[in-house]
């Protein structure tokens, strides 16, 4: 009974083919004395690559005597007879093998034959040809089986395309589509590239605890835990930024972390509890040096991963320098013709009754900067496809931000938006002790509100700045978004390896 007498692609076939392939395995150990399993290395001498790069010239049934000594995984298998064309891929490409038995020996061509499946690691040595329908190939001199696929191929070998297997089982995945590796692998390019820049100004890698007593530096829901030794509850870090100016404080000038953060939120396209950022904190900048740094980092991101210019799910996004830079006030009066400047300090119902008229929803009590934030996120930051800085964020939603000395309402912040997301928050720090103070608690009266997501009180903290922060300029910036806007992969799941999921029933 063969693989392919099952119907494709159901829960009786796999099960069915894992049984088979299991039974198989047993008799190769016990008649043939061979176990796939027991090979401590294979001496991969040349990639699949390398073998196209240089024996593409070969002509219609020409062959090299040059020996390739390769190995991957066999993902199609064509038999016809004495001979079988197979398609071999490893990490990086993919290329036809020729077995054929007068190359081979009567011996080896059987053993391939009887124990050889898709999906089986192998070894492979021969010698480049060109097929007379001038395919590049591999002509099979030995073959060693190092590893058996017990399961089989999803969509016998066509390709995995249901998401929720490719985000559960993301290995299949991998095996199945070349261009889920490949997204990857730019993801590594762009992590790469982030350091590269990032060294080449003087700044220093550094790494933060995740697990801490308090989780400060965003304003997010944190996931709690219980450390049971020093009997107190703990919290996975929502950011790394107050414990990154901690080191400035404490002298080292620059530094930066790429790291894992968690937020106790929901999970959508943008969105999982679990994510990576990279945040850096520069003494004696501002926030202009980092949106300047910030364009540096992006456009050298796009450059690695292929081109300033791309399409995102059908949307043509440039990333040639300069982004646009415009205020959050200038974009919503473009967009409402709301004036914050037009409202004063007891104008706050006024601009409550203006976001009511355009149907946002208003729970009462807003003053007329959570107002100006309300339409933003409303009628202007879905609209932000092209990069832009979006600059002046209002120092009620900017705990941590320097307020800008001509308007004190407003702080010296921007937001980078790519898409209609955000992808990158920065600011001159706040380095007045006291002002920190008076903002912490401000944020505690919301926090005892009901507000879940308020800034924390952190105490120490303070006790930092109170040894004297130089005037920094930090940023973070969301690694995933990013990618994902690079890559054209439309959910941040596409770009997380193994994203959160709910556990099957």
């Known amino acids: 009974m063969t693989d392919e007498r099952f119907p494709e692609g159901t829960e009786v076939q796999e099960d069915e083919i894992l049984r088979q392939r299991t039974e198989k395995l047993l008799r190769l150990r016990d008649d043939e004395g061979y176990d796939p399993f027991a090979h401590e290395k294979w001496i991969k001498k040349h990639t ?9 010239h070969l002509t219609e049934d020409e062959k090299d005597d040059t020996e390739i000594v390769t190995a991957g995984r066999l993902m199609i298998i064509r038999r016809h007879g004495k001979a079988t064309f197979a398609d071999l891929a490893d990490e990086t490409s993919s290329m036809q093998l020729y077995f054929q038995v007068d190359a081979m020996g009567e011996e080896e061509y059987a053993f391939f034959k009887k124990w050889v499946d898709t999906g089986d690691m192998l070894g492979v040595v021969g010698y480049p040809f060109r097929t007379k ?3 590049l190939s591999i002509l099979v001199t030995r073959c060693v089986l190092l590893a058996k696929a017990l399961r089989p191929l999803p969509e016998k070998w066509h390709g995995l395309k249901e998401t929720e297997i490719r985000y559960r089982q993301r290995y299949v995945d991998l095996i199945a589509n070349p261009e889920v590796r490949e997204t990857f692998r730019k993801r590594a390019r762009i ?3 982030f350091r590269r820049v990032l060294e080449d100004h003087g700044t220093l890698e550094v790494e933060t605890p995740i697990l801490a007593t308090l989780a400060g530096g965003a304003n997010a829901r944190p996931f709690q835990t219980f450390h049971n030794a020093l009997g107190i509850n703990m919290y996975l870090r929502i950011a790394t930024e107050l414990y990154l100016k901690r080191l400035i404080v404490g002298m080292l000038g620059r530094v930066y972390e790429i790291g894992k953060n968690f937020r106790n939120e929901g999970i959508d396209t943008m969105h999982n509890p679990e994510f990576t950022s990279m945040e850096v904190y520069w003494a004696y900048a501002d926030y202009q040096d980092i949106m300047d740094l910030t364009e540096e980092l992006i456009v050298a ?6 081109s300033r210019d791309v399409v995102y799910q059908g949307t043509p996004i440039s990333f040639h320098p300069p982004f646009r830079r415009a205020t959050m006030a200038e974009l919503v009066r473009e967009a409402t013709g709301f004036d914050i400047g037009g409202f004063g300090p007891g104008d706050d119902e006024k601009a409550r009754g203006f976001a009511r008229a355009k149907g946002v929803d208003v729970e009462g009590g807003e003053s007329r900067f959570v107002i100006l934030t309300k339409l933003f996120e409303e009628f202007v930051e879905g609209n932000l496809i092209q990069p832009t800085f979006v600059l002046g964020l209002p120092t009620e939603v900017s705990p941590l931000a320097k307020k800008n ?4 309402d407003f702080t010296n912040r921007f937001e980078l938006f ?4 955000e992808v990158a928050n920065a600011f001159s720090e706040l380095n007045d002790p006291l002002d920190q103070r008076e903002r912490f608690q401000d944020q505690l009266k919301k926090k005892e509100a009901g507000d879940d997501e308020a800034h924390v009180f952190d105490e120490d903290y303070i006790n930092a700045l109170e040894y004297g922060l130089p005037p920094t300029g930090g940023l973070g910036i969301g690694i995933d978004r990013l990618t994902m806007f690079l890559t054209d992969s439309r959910s941040i799941r596409d770009v997380i390896l193994f994203p959160t999921m709910r556990p099957k029933a």
Do not use: Y
């Open 133 to 135: 329908r001038g395919e």
């Open 191 to 193: 992590v790469s590239t």
């Open 418 to 421: 790519i898409n209609g997301s």
């Open 405 to 408: 000395p001509e308007n004190p």
């Open 301 to 306: 991101s796009a450059d690695a991963v292929g």
């Open 48 to 56: 699949l690559d390398f073998v196209r790069e240089n024996f593409n």
